[in-house]
């Protein structure tokens, strides 16, 4: 059966990016000019997704918003022969994809926000893309992950070797062994293990292709000990009656949701960016003269 579905949870409080989340969706920050979600959604796009439903909660209507039309503003740009922004500001709402927007009432953890899915998909395939995580190859990773189902007709998981010392941040898998090259058969797996704990250094990065039989599982999931749902938990018993694959990326992760890497990749972008590179490259040489003196001071 054809992917044609996505799930992008949108729900998290962002407590991560306090203050400026108290009133504002973190999936709406900008990398340079560009909300984070807007990068997910093009990566559905561009891999072929038709249906995406996006699970938010309170505060988060600006995302409705922004992939909405904006008559005036796109009057005035119109009026004053900007033709370059009325054509971006109108592309992102005539994306060529359905957007669906559904509310997750409580934080209950990822696996809550995804049982929310249920009669969206139904009894087909689908793709979940979590916003923190931005992923950059020659074929999106979300569309590996589809041509890997269409080889395997299983659920098959985005994982990426971590750092040992940050394995407790990720859902890891216990690899079994390679039956393709970058295919990995799992014996299990588990969420956010103790670093002494963790059966491999392979994290569970931001993409899952899921057979719909995950649904029933989250239904009888048993939330953890900080009273979530938690979706490597339902992956892992869903393990334990049909195959589920780990699929291995090669490309780059920006990891976009803490403080630190946010600003990192804003400024990988940012250099790359036809209106700012050239500054902000100049900006960043001088930069790193001038705290170089300083470290020699
Ligand atoms: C979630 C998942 C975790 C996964 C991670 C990837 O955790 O629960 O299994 O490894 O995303 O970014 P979160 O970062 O929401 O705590």
């Known amino acids: 059966m054809k992917v044609r579905k996505a799930i992008i ?3 998290g409080l962002g407590t991560r990016f306090m203050p400026v989340t108290k009133s504002m969706p973190k999936e709406m920050l900008p990398i340079v000019d560009k909300p984070t979600i807007q990068f997910i959604v093009e990566e559905a796009k561009k891999s072929g997704i038709e249906d995406i439903l996006i699970v938010t909660g309170k505060n988060k209507r600006s995302i409705e918003d922004h992939f909405d039309s904006n008559p005036e503003l796109e009057q005035n740009l119109q009026e004053k022969g900007k033709t370059g922004l009325l054509k971006m500001s109108q592309d992102i709402t005539h994306l060529g994809i359905n957007i669906y927007y559904t509310r997750q009432p409580y934080p209950a953890g990822l696996g809550d926000a995804i049982a929310r899915g249920r009669s969206f998909v139904g009894d087909e395939p689908f793709v979940v893309m979590l916003g923190d995580d931005l992923m950059m190859d020659k074929v999106p990773l979300t569309k590996q992950l589809i041509d890997r189902y269409n080889e395997t007709h299983a659920s098959t998981i985005a994982v990426m070797p971590v750092p040992h010392k940050e394995v407790s941040k990720y859902g890891i898998i216990k690899p079994e062994n390679e039956i393709m090259p970058g295919l990995i058969n799992v014996k299990s797996f588990v969420e ?9 250094d392979f994290a569970i990065i931001g993409r899952y292709l899921l057979t719909p039989e995950i649904f029933p599982i989250l239904a009888e999931q048993k939330p953890d000990k900080g009273g979530e749902i938690q979706l490597t938990d ?30 990192e990749t804003s400024i990988e972008y940012g250099l790359k960016h036809p209106e700012t590179k ?18 020699k001071e």
């Open 9 to 11: 949870p949108a729900a």
């Open 192 to 200: 956010k293990p103790a670093v002494d704990k963790a059966p491999s």
């Open 278 to 295: 050239d500054a902000l490259r100049k900006y960043i040489i001088n930069l790193g003269k001038k705290l170089e003196k300083q470290g």
């Open 234 to 263: 339902a992956i892992d018993t869903m393990n334990k009656t049909q195959r589920v694959f780990a699929h291995v990326f090669n490309g780059v992760r920006h990891d976009v949701g803490n403080k630190e890497n946010y600003l």
